[in-house]
């Protein structure tokens, strides 16, 4: 796997759950040591193994919210 991003970096990062399934995590990196990620999305933060990582890299931000329709 490639080196991970730096904190403070928007990340997508996918990894492998108990059951066997992958996911997503999206939002800002907060933490990456030997043992674990922490990524701050809309679920809230994540505390991924790093272990059950199986890529992660930089996006860009959030397009701006769209203006209401009347």
Known sequence: ???LP???TRVVVRY???TGQAT???GE?????????VVD??????RIP???????KPVPPPPPPRGRLR
Do not use: H, S
């Open 50 to 56: 790093r272990r059950a990582v199986i890529a992660a």
């Open 24 to 26: 997503d995590a999206l």
């Open 41 to 46: 999305g809309k679920r809230g933060e994540e």
């Open 6 to 8: 730096e904190p403070g």
């Open 29 to 37: 990196l907060l933490l990456v040591d030997d043992e674990v990620l």
């Open 16 to 18: 492998i759950l108990p």
């Open 1 to 3: 796997m490639r080196p």
